[in-house]
């Protein structure tokens, strides 16, 4: 395995997707192999308190290094190793024979969330069957939009209305392009399809200054009120769920799961829009386990709105670009 190689990739490595787009990931080159850890600062400890998100988009840059990898014509393995007090998933060495994989670097390419609307339409059965052949050892499951309309709005409601989560997300927004990382991470007004107006006003009701007043004054009801839009039409919803006893490495490894669904889905010509705040507040989470029968919640692992868009899609900004 050539490291000077897989150094030039990283900028195709660097398009995994990770909530509120932290690109939590560190890439730590050693004599003959290549760490992958993550960088606490770019974690969520507000929003994402038990790591479950960490790991997964930990997961998902794992997949895409091997995919990218594999299309250059490296052979490249993965070496589980999770340590959390070393902040450390596992390493990248020298194989015999490279990843087998259907997915190239022009599909992690082109895979993007989409934050727009939707058209009407649910997922023809035999995509679905696909996508189940990809889930391994967890499950798939299905919820039509409307089901979810009260638990998104009781989620945001939530998210806006924790003072400790709402300065999380306001530490990752990019609402300007004047921000001096707007083209680096975070959630820019772009990705997020805010007007100029729509993304001043959420500056503005966030601001650290006016913040704890608004809330008082029913902020939090008022923004969970302006998503219910993203439910609101014939559509559905995945649900990842992890199997009996997943412990952090296995969510890791539902993590790569993840990145080959959503690979095929753009492949396909559908985009996903991550609704992971249901699952991030214990009363909906709970509400969700019990809609599919699950008897454990925290085996629910991501939960992300599926279907085409009906407009165009902003890439989201990352640290490391082509040169």
Not at 108 to 137: F, H, I, K, N, T
Not at 160 to 182: H, I, N, S
Request: hydrophobic share 40%; with cysteine; aromatic share 6%.
């Amino acid at each position: 395995m050539s490291l000077d190689v897989l150094r030039q990739l990283e900028p195709d490595f660097w398009r995994a997707p990770s909530a509120h787009n932290t690109q939590p990931w560190v890439l730590r080159y050693q004599e003959t192999t290549v760490e992958i850890g993550w960088d606490p600062a770019c974690a969520l400890p507000a929003g994402d308190p038990t790591g479950r998100d960490l790991r997964l988009s930990l997961g998902a840059f794992t997949e895409t290094c091997l995919i990218v990898c594999a299309d250059a014509g490296l052979a490249v393995t993965f070496h589980p190793d999770f340590s959390e007090p070393d902040r450390r998933i596992g390493h990248l060495v020298s194989a015999a024979t490279s990843y087998v994989t259907p997915f190239t670097t022009d599909d992690v390419r082109r895979r993007m969330s989409a934050r727009v609307a939707y058209q009407p339409g649910r997922l023809d059965d035999e995509v679905v069957g696909q996508l189940d052949e990809l889930a391994g050892a967890g499950e798939l499951r299905r919820l039509p939009c409307r089901v979810l309309i009260r638990p998104l709005y009781e989620a945001d409601r939530y998210l806006f209305g924790t003072p400790p989560v709402a300065r999380e997300l306001r530490d990752w927004l990019r609402l300007t392009p004047r921000d001096p990382r707007y083209d680096t991470d975070g959630l820019t007004d772009r990705a997020l399809d805010l007007s100029r107006w729509e993304a001043l006003g959420l500056r503005a009701v966030l601001a650290r200054q006016v913040y704890p007043a608004l809330r008082r004054l029913g902020l939090p009801r008022i923004l969970a009120t302006s998503s219910s839009g993203l439910l609101d039409k014939d559509g559905e919803v995945l649900v990842l769920v992890a199997p009996p006893t997943c412990d952090r490495q296995g969510q890791v490894a539902m993590g790569r799961v993840l990145m080959r669904h959503w690979l095929l889905l753009s492949r396909l010509g559908y985009a996903t829009h991550p609704l992971s705040q249901i699952i991030d507040a214990a009363h909906t989470r709970g509400v969700l386990a019990r809609a599919l029968g699950i008897d454990d919640p925290d085996r629910l692992l991501n939960v992300a709105r599926v279907g085409r868009p009906a407009t165009p899609v902003a890439r989201s900004a990352r640290r490391i670009t082509p040169a």
